[in-house]
């Protein structure tokens, strides 16, 4: 539309103005088809100017109405009458929005813009083209969204003699728009409440695992204290009894004496493996990477290395740098090496075999042994607690020390498996977690 | 013998068959022993700080060594021993955690608040008695003379 209609005004008297428009390209035809296309452009800007949905509004070069049409009577519910020769299309529009248009022109052209009518055809003046959403107010004071176009209107010289405004009613898609912007919203909200109820689940199961966690704490540290109390009793004035009171007593007095502290003993016993076992669920995995080598070689020590009252061959090949929790790992070598020297101590010469290998390209520790080895058949149960394959009288323990192995190896993220033949000695084999990095 | 340390060892402990089984390898390793004994922990703060029934001592008569239970009635034993360690007047006896506990925070805890020693009492009696002879050097420092003053 910019630039194609051209507006001459002709200022008479002051009462009123008379607008003719002219179509261009009709201008040199003979004066009767003129008359007629003239007619016709009239007919047809007649149409469009008194269209009921679009505001026209224009204005001489000063701002001040000098037309307006039906649609805009329509939409603000001014007559012509009431706003031509009297005001600038301006004070129809919200006056801070026109403010805030004014200093965003200001800032864009570098230079002071009134915040009046300048501000709303600046760009048309400079041959622009300008669309602009503002908020349109009504004689009542009520007020509406309009797209606002501006196209200056230029004599034959390209004097700017005034403006044309061509507003639309914008509330129906204003409508849509907050429409799809309340049902984006709502998206959004359900989202944000899905999602802080998931946190809520979260965080209310979380604290029931910490309760949980907390209660197993209190119960295993009151069993850790007050469960070993009275066996230190039980075991204690036993043996009070022996020494103050053995001479006179039966040798089968005190070969009872001698079983109830016994008894005492092995549940003290019990009581330790099954506290370290339910604290390895607990206990934070402090991971690194160390010599597998100079562990083995330390736990042996511990165990009794070299053993002057029996005949023990150790075979210990390299073994590869392990990465895992040392003193959790420790407790694996302890127990499996602890075992291979009990289940051989009915041997002549007992012989525990230590390696590595690479089973599946995963390094697999194991330890071999010459002992009672077991029946293959009962494997399943190998690593359960308080799982025993052999009688108390023959071998001593309390069935937990290959449930602590398997848990800690698991907590690694490895796997511990067994190959045994009744008699014919047994094989442990372990893996870890293969890196803590890759 | 020695008028500073009217008491030589101090024992506190609440069970009363830990309490008799205490006694005994102590009485076994030292038989002349002058023992004090705090049935709980705000009566061994009493005793040692001479305060409530033990009012008419002197603060400077300390033991030479406290044995020290952790799970104790009214006051227990790591706040006695964070009583006694954050005194200037009674920060140099030496304690000795004596308990049932094996678990890491209570050994962890006890070293921090600067215990001297810390005993787990076995279940077996006879590694009980040993580790009671075992407390070696205090022991010695019970045997030491009177210092004379001046």
């Given amino acids: 539309m910019a630039g194609t209609v051209e507006v001459i005004t002709q200022s008479a008297d002051g009462e009123g103005v008379l607008p003719i428009f002219n179509v261009e390209g009709t201008a040199n035809s003979a004066r009767k088809q003129a008359e007629d296309a003239l007619l016709k452009a009239g007919a047809l ?33 001014y007559t012509a009458s009431d706003v031509v020769n009297k005001i600038t299309p301006a004070e129809l529009h919200d006056r801070q929005e026109v403010i ?22 600046f760009k048309a003046a400079r041959g622009i083209a300008d669309i602009y959403e503002l908020t349109k107010i009504r ?20 004097e700017i003699i005034g403006y044309l405004l061509i507003g639309t009613d914008n509330s129906a898609r204003k409508r849509a728009e907050e429409a799809l912007l309340k049902a984006a919203a709502f998206q959004a909200e359900t989202i944000r409440q ?39 009793a039980v075991d204690g004035f036993s043996q ?67 053993w002057p009252d029996r005949r023990v061959e150790i075979r210990c090949r390299e073994l590869s740098a392990s990465c895992g929790d040392p003193v959790l790992l420790k407790q694996v070598w302890l127990n499996l090496l602890s075992n291979a020297l ?50 108390a009288e023959d071998y001593e323990g309390t069935g937990v020390g290959l ?15 067994a190959d045994a033949a009744l008699d014919h000695g047994s094989t442990f084999y372990f893996t870890l977690e293969k890196k803590i990095t890759p | 013998m020695n008028e500073a340390h009217s008491v030589e060892l101090m024992l506190v402990e609440d069970n009363p068959e830990d309490l008799e089984l205490a006694l005994l390898a102590l009485r076994e390793a030292s038989p002349t022993c002058r023992i004090h004994i705090a049935r709980d922990g705000a009566e061994a703060l009493d005793f040692i700080f001479c305060e409530g029934p033990y009012g008419g001592r002197q603060i400077a008569d300390v033991p030479n060594v406290i044995l020290l239970d952790l799970k104790l009635p009214k ?52 590694r009980f008695s040993e580790a009671v002879r075992n407390l070696g050097t205090y022991w010695q420092n019970l045997n030491q003379p009177p210092k004379v003053a001046g």
């Fill in chain 1, 342 to 391: 009990k289940y051989t101590r009915k041997r002549e010469l007992a012989v525990v075999e230590i390696g590595c290998m690479k089973t599946e390209g995963v390094e697999t520790f194991f330890v071999r042994d010459n002992g009672t080895g077991f029946d293959m058949r009962y494997a399943d149960k190998l690593f359960g607690v308080f799982q025993r394959f052999h009688r």
């Fill in chain 2, 75 to 126: 006051i227990d034993g790591l706040d006695v021993l964070k009583r006694l360690k954050g005194d200037p007047r009674t920060k140099m006896i030496p304690v000795v955690v004596l308990t049932s506990s094996k678990e890491q925070r209570d050994v962890v805890e006890s070293y921090e608040l600067g215990v001297n020693s810390y005993i787990v009492k076995p279940v077996n009696f006879e």
């Fill in chain 1, 194 to 232: 899905l999602n802080s109820d998931l946190e809520q689940r979260v965080n209310e199961r979380t604290a029931q695992l910490k309760a949980a966690n907390d209660e197993l704490e209190a119960f295993s540290y009151s069993v850790s204290h007050d469960l070993r109390t009275p066996l230190r």
């Fill in chain 1, 240 to 306: 009070v009894v022996l020494d103050k009171f053995g001479p006179q007593l039966p040798d089968d007095g005190r070969r009872y004496l001698q079983t109830i502290r016994a008894g005492a003993q092995k549940m003290g016993a019990l009581i330790d493996d099954l506290l370290t076992f339910a604290r390895l669920n607990r206990q934070d995995l402090t991971k690194r990477s160390f010599d597998t080598g100079s562990l083995v070689r330390t736990v042996l020590e511990e165990l009794g290395s070299p």
């Fill in chain 1, 139 to 158: 004689k009542d004071g009520t007020r509406f969204p309009a797209i606002v176009s501006v196209t200056a209107l230029r004599d034959a010289r390209n």
């Fill in chain 1, 45 to 77: 800007e007649k149409a469009i100017f008194d269209s009921a949905y679009f505001s026209c509004i224009a204005t001489d070069a000063k701002g001040v109405i000098q037309l307006f049409n039906v649609g805009s009577e329509r939409m603000l519910g």
């Fill in chain 1, 100 to 121: 805030v248009r004014a200093n965003a022109l200001s800032v864009e052209f570098a230079t002071p813009i009134a915040p009046g009518f300048d501000a709303l055809v």
């Fill in chain 1, 403 to 417: 449930a602590i192995v398997q848990r800690i190896i698991h907590r690694h993220g490895g796997r511990v498996w």
